[in-house]
């Protein structure tokens, strides 16, 4: 087991540098010119010039690189020969020249959000997918089977930006149900009823369509753990059905189910652009798109590193979970 | 393969979706050359329904996630200079807040006492501070600061962006370190700022203060100077005269002092951030009479989603009922909002205004690309700009242009002809193929295939395919080149990367076209597109901006426009229009000439 995680980890470990690697000249070769973003209107090639020696892009990119994993283990000076030069301390992720601040500070200040949202959207649609999917096994081609299946269709037809507009016209703005979102640092220990006040519908929305999605998935499993021999086993036995169902039904159905909800929780970790957006939450997705419509190199690298290393450590948690449960996966 | 489905599903899901908020984002304008300009509107401006009161909070709904720059020497954007200058960051002189647009226009003192005062070569301008100028922590606000504030310009190493007039006008040598491999090469003036240091004494001679006046030596005579200075030339507070500041340099854009009635109280930037202004106490209301200082709190709300921000003042529920819009009505909610576009319909008559916005469309042709005069013109003719026009929008979206001086810049406007008689005879808006291939025939050469550069929106995707269409009617081949639109300037600003013509607007950074004609049709001024290089134009932009007469200058203006657009240096699309409103509880709302902007600095709430 030892060996298998050291292994691992070191795998992970290349996979960060080769994405570190991957997302730095991806978005080096980009045809933007920071230098130009960064000039403003009264331009002229002098300034722009000017603006490519400030923000290093003078020198080759391969020790831009050099510095740019460097800043993240030892941290870095921008701006060297600057009469002003800018510190960024370890670790470094870059500094956005486009917002006057280090990338990290504005992932710090962002990640909060998008992990409580992650964290109440993650937990809604858990609880709702489970259960309405273990009652449509259970209760299998009768009504309440094809209510929850047809309430999982429509879910998880509707786009979430289309679910959360409409929650915002009708619920805020319509019915005056709730105040409009206002996201405050340090909620939510700070405001706790504000807090669940802005948080209630892009919980709701980013649960819809995973939840439609868990309760089609969990009613597929607990039914082909239904079909398995020990359950018919265990019926023969004679143990009552409740217990068939929660006792060796239910944890054996459920295994790779929550395998799943650890990576689509990872990746919700990211960022959810388009609620985020909706709802007015300076969280990473937010954080993503405007970066990207700015064109701001140092924060979309950063913000898709750390996105992509969330990902890449979950996998690497739900691996060593799935060699725990299955031990032929070690020497696999 | 369940999860492989749902991974693919979600990965297309979350692309389209991406794609979608870029495309709707890019829907604003994303020209990098947001500025300042004078508007007059076509619609009449609803008078203020209350007295004024003091108190309470106004709130700022904008789709922006931060504000481009708050320092004073950096700032640049026509509504950000309206807002903090009427808030935080006085200048030298200002302009007047009223409906009238002509009035508005007009200069006053602001930290100066009156316009300044000119020598008789216009060489030289004087200004004097007004009396008890302040500080937000209470100490006096001195000539010395304001020097200081000008010198951050020459920063190149620190103040990387912002206007630089003061670089261009004041009497500097030019750096005499141009080799590339030197780090001062990045200075654009023998003077390379206060930080470095280098050339004090140049910048001393330029810039002198007297007690509290304060003088100007500028390289060449500039008229308008006195309007200049409402751009780049604000105070900072001098280390030397401040102990207590550390100046932030590049930094100093999050948290600058403030020397007018409100000052920082939190800004965080990005999507759900405030920028809060709060009361500054140490102001003295008796050296401002601009400022009325109203409500006691701004704040303004970054990243709303513009549909959520229409229909939240729509509603003007709640704290909404003392919101204004930074931006425009979306288009599916103006028939909600106006009657015509000029008329707001009842619900709305002292809240929504709809007027000229500071910006010229055009498109512009790379002149070295495209060197032959009658090739331009064979472009010109060809555009169909009446259906450009109904796909931004119809109306709503603005008048057809015929230059990039509006006609709401006053004196300085003049119809050029271009679309009656400047060719030879009359072009009809739906574009005139036949007179086109005409063109292209006394042109003695073939027209090259072209490929028409633009910020990809969804709209502009449409103009892509209609301008092809038109085009293609007068045998003129053109391939439609889409661009993200934060990418955009970068590339059609590179020699290699750019094609034959593209997409552009531009407004003029004070109400003179002498911020518009030499801006983009010489090198001088940063968005010469169209990579003019006619000597004899450029000469005539130099006499027009040393010419002292008023009157006279203004036509020098409206022929240089006239012979811009005989030459086709561009293809004017539309004088665009803009469609903004508030809620219910505040007051005045207009459209403030100088920027296009609110009027800040005479807004408040009512009960």
Same mark, same amino acid.
């Given at each position: ?7 691992? &980890? ?55 690189? #050099? ?9 870095? &000076?921008?701006? #060297? ?100 979102? #206002? ?34 998935? &969990? ?39 929550? &395998? ?73 | ?65 931060? /504000? ?14 309206? /807002? ?263 619900? /709305? ?48 979206? @603005? ?31 739906? @574009? ?142 539309? /004088? ?19 920027? @296009? ?11």
């Amino acid at each position: 087991m030892a060996g298998y995680i050291v292994r691992r &980890t070191l795998g992970m470990g290349l996979l960060l540098f080769l994405l570190s690697l991957t997302v730095f000249f991806l978005f080096s070769l980009m045809p933007a010119d920071p230098a130009r973003l960064t000039c403003g209107k009264a331009c002229s090639p002098a300034v722009i010039e000017a603006n490519r020696h400030h923000l290093e892009l003078d020198i080759p990119p391969i020790e831009q690189y #050099q510095r740019f994993v460097g800043g993240i283990f030892f941290g870095r &000076t921008f701006s #060297q020969d600057s009469p002003r030069p800018i510190e960024c301390e370890a670790p470094c992720l870059g500094y956005s020249f486009l917002r006057n601040q280090e990338v990290l500070t504005m992932i710090a200040r962002a990640a909060p959000v998008t992990f409580w949202l992650a964290i109440g959207g993650f937990a809604t649609w858990m609880v709702v997918g489970l259960t309405f999917g273990i009652v449509a096994a259970l209760k299998r081609g009768r009504w309440q089977d094809r209510t929850v299946m047809g309430i999982a269709l429509v879910g998880y037809s509707l786009p979430s930006f289309f679910i959360g507009l409409v929650l915002y016209f009708f619920v805020i703005l319509f019915l005056h149900l709730l105040p409009n979102p #206002q996201w405050k640092s340090g909620m939510p220990f700070k405001e706790l009823g504000g807090f669940f006040q802005t948080m209630l519908l892009p919980w709701i929305t980013i649960a819809t369509l995973n939840a439609a999605f868990y309760m089609r998935l &969990t009613r597929n499993q607990v039914l082909e753990v239904f079909g398995e021999d020990y359950i018919r086993t265990a019926r023969a036995k004679g143990l009552r059905e409740r217990t068939v169902v929660i006792k060796h039904a239910l944890r054996a159905g459920l295994t790779p189910i929550v &395998t799943a909800a650890g990576l689509d929780l990872a990746y919700l970790l990211g960022g959810a652009i388009i609620t985020e957006n909706i709802f007015n939450l300076p969280g990473l997705g937010s954080l993503a798109i405007g970066s990207v419509l700015a064109s701001d190199l140092p924060l979309i690298s950063g913000i898709t590193l750390v996105a992509a290393s969330l990902i890449i450590f979950a996998n690497l948690v739900v691996d060593l979970l799935y060699a725990v449960v299955d031990p032929r996966v070690r020497v696999g | 393969m369940l999860r492989s489905d749902r991974w693919l599903r979600r990965a297309l899901a979350i692309g389209v979706s991406f794609g979608l908020v870029v495309a709707a984002c890019g829907g604003t304008n994303p020209t990098a050359s947001p500025t300042a300009g004078p508007t007059a509107g076509p619609g009449d401006t609803p008078a203020p329904t209350e007295e004024p009161k003091t108190g309470g909070t106004i709130y700022m709904l904008t789709q922006a996630e931060e /504000f481009d720059d708050i320092d004073p020497q950096r700032a640049y954007t026509g509504e950000d200079l309206a /807002f903090f200058g009427s808030t935080i960051m006085r200048s030298l002189t200002s302009f007047i807040f009223s409906t009238d647009a002509a009035v508005a226009n007009t200069l006053q003192g602001d930290l100066a006492t009156d316009t300044g005062t000119a020598n008789a070569t216009a060489d030289e301008w004087s200004f004097t501070l007004r009396d008890g100028l302040t500080w937000e922590d209470g100490s006096e606000l001195t000539c010395e600061d304001v020097k200081y504030g000008v010198s951050r310009t020459f920063a190149n190493d620190v103040i990387v962006n912002g206007p630089t007039y003061a670089v261009q006008y004041l009497d500097i040598p030019s750096n005499p370190v141009t080799d590339e491999a030197d780090a001062n090469s990045v200075f654009l003036s023998g003077y390379y700022g206060p930080y470095n240091g280098t050339g004090q004494d140049l910048f001393d001679e330029a810039v002198s203060c007297d007690g509290n006046t304060i003088t100007f030596k500028l390289n060449q005579p500039v008229a308008d100077f006195n309007y200049t200075v409402t751009l780049g030339f604000s105070p900072v507070p001098d280390p030397a005269g401040h102990p207590d500041l550390e100046d932030a340099g590049e930094q100093y854009t999050l948290r600058p002092w403030s020397n007018g009635p409100y000052k920082i109280d939190e800004y965080t930037q990005g999507n759900g951030g405030h920028l809060i202004l709060v009361r500054n106490d140490a102001w003295n209301a008796e050296s401002d009479p601009i400022r009325k200082a109203y409500p006691d709190v701004w704040q303004v709300d970054f990243g709303i989603d513009p549909k959520v921000m229409d229909q939240r003042i729509i509603a003007s529920e709640g704290d909404d009922a003392f919101a204004i819009q930074y931006g425009s009505i979306q288009p599916e909610n103006l028939e909600t909002v106006f009657s015509d576009p000029e008329t707001p319909n009842a619900d /709305f008559a002292t809240r929504a205004t709809s007027d000229f916005d500071p910006f010229a469309r055009y498109y512009w042709i790379d002149t070295q690309k495209i060197p032959n005069v009658k090739h331009r013109q064979a472009m010109a003719v060809a555009l169909d700009r009446d259906a450009i026009r109904a796909n931004l929008g119809g109306e709503y979206a @603005g008048a057809l242009g015929d230059g990039v001086i509006k006609p709401n810049l006053g004196d300085q406007y003049a119809e050029t002809g271009m679309w009656t008689d400047l060719f030879g005879q009359a072009v009809p808006d739906t @574009g005139d193929p036949d007179f086109a291939k005409q063109l292209i025939a006394d042109s003695g050469e073939p027209m090259p295939a072209l490929t028409w550069d633009y910020p990809q929106t969804p709209v502009r995707d449409q103009e892509a395919a209609i301008l092809v269409a038109s085009f293609a009617l007068a045998g003129i081949t053109v391939t439609a080149n889409p661009i993200p639109p934060g990418q955009y300037y970068g590339i059609v600003f590179d020699d290699e990367a750019a094609h034959e013509f593209g997409w552009a607007g531009w407004g003029p950074d004070w109400p003179n076209a002498s911020t518009i004609i030499g801006p983009l049709f010489t090198d001088k001024g940063g968005w010469n597109i169209s990579r003019v290089q006619d000597q004899d134009f450029v000469d005539a932009v130099q006499e027009a901006l040393a010419e002292l007469d008023h009157d006279t200058q203004a036509k020098m203006w409206q022929d240089l426009n006239k012979l811009a657009m005989e030459r086709v240096y561009v293809i004017p699309t539309t /004088f665009g229009l803009s469609q903004t409103f508030g809620g219910t509880k505040v007051q005045p709302l207009y459209q403030w000439a100088p920027y @296009g902007s609110w009027p800040y600095a005479e807004m408040y709430v009512t009960p």
